[in-house]
């Protein structure tokens, strides 16, 4: 079974710092990886993925995050925030056509 | 862009009465999924469906809940009896046949269930 682990159901940071949003998974095949977020009263967009092949992996709005097998994780980074980045980010990981597994959400929020 | 659409964007209804909530995915997509996320809660899966059955559900989707494709385009989610625990935001999403499972997301429908 998968399964995802989202470290911090907050994260405050000042807008120019870095955002980093942690997430673990356990998968027994090779895991598809997925960063989606939610701003409010709104649906789920995707960020960015990870398949096959390169393992840090740029997404869109400046993020960015990079699969690390050796330690099961799938951390979402981002150089520095901005007001607008402000909303729920969700980690998921599936293997192909299957259903997503989520992780429990991080609410992030950006202060002037 | 092709999006995936839900409608109605919110549905109030009384506890016990059945719901029927709508949404079309992108119309070359094969996989079709419903999601739902109670208020401060993670998105849980509900059920998948692929060539016009049930692929996988979970054990959430009791047999209060069904699936249809009626058409060529449109993917339903029933609730026959709703209970206040139905209270949710619900997403369909659809994916195509890569395999690569990158699953695209309707904007959801919230249901309040008084």
């Known amino acids: 079974a998968q399964s995802v682990t989202q470290l911090g159901s907050h994260v405050s940071v000042s807008e120019g710092a870095l955002v980093l949003l942690r997430c673990n998974y356990s998968?027994?095949?090779?895991?598809?990886l997925f960063w989606y977020v939610q701003y409010p009263n709104q649906g789920l967009q995707l960020l960015l993925k990870?398949?096959?092949?390169?393992?840090l992996v740029k997404g869109i709005n400046g993020f960015e995050a990079e699969f690390k097998k050796s330690e099961t994780s799938f951390h979402l980074t981002k150089p520095s925030a901005h007001m607008s980045d402000a909303a729920e980010y969700f980690c998921?990981?599936?293997?192909?056509?299957?259903?997503?597994?989520f992780g429990k959400g991080t609410r992030l929020s950006v202060i002037a | 862009e092709p999006e995936v659409t839900q409608t109605p964007s919110h549905q109030v209804t009384q506890m016990g009465q059945e719901v029927i909530l709508r949404c079309v995915p992108i119309?070359?997509?094969?996989?079709f999924y419903w999601y739902r996320q109670i208020l401060g809660q993670k998105v849980e899966f509900l059920v998948s469906?692929?060539?016009?059955?049930?692929?996988?559900k979970s054990e959430i989707f009791d047999d209060q809940f069904s699936v249809e494709r009626p058409d060529g385009s449109n993917f339903t989610l029933k609730i026959r009896s709703t209970k206040l625990e139905d209270s949710a935001m619900y997403f369909c999403?659809?994916?195509?046949?890569?395999?690569?499972?990158?699953?695209?997301f309707g904007p959801g429908t919230r249901l309040t269930v008084t």
């Open positions: 999403a659809s994916s195509d046949a890569s395999g690569i499972g990158e699953q695209y």
């Open positions: 998968s027994s095949v090779p895991p598809y």
């Open positions: 990870y398949t096959t092949g390169a393992t």
């Open positions: 998921a990981v599936d293997s192909g056509n299957t259903p997503l597994v």
């Open positions: 119309s070359n997509h094969l996989y």
């Open positions: 469906f692929y060539n016009n059955e049930i692929s996988e």
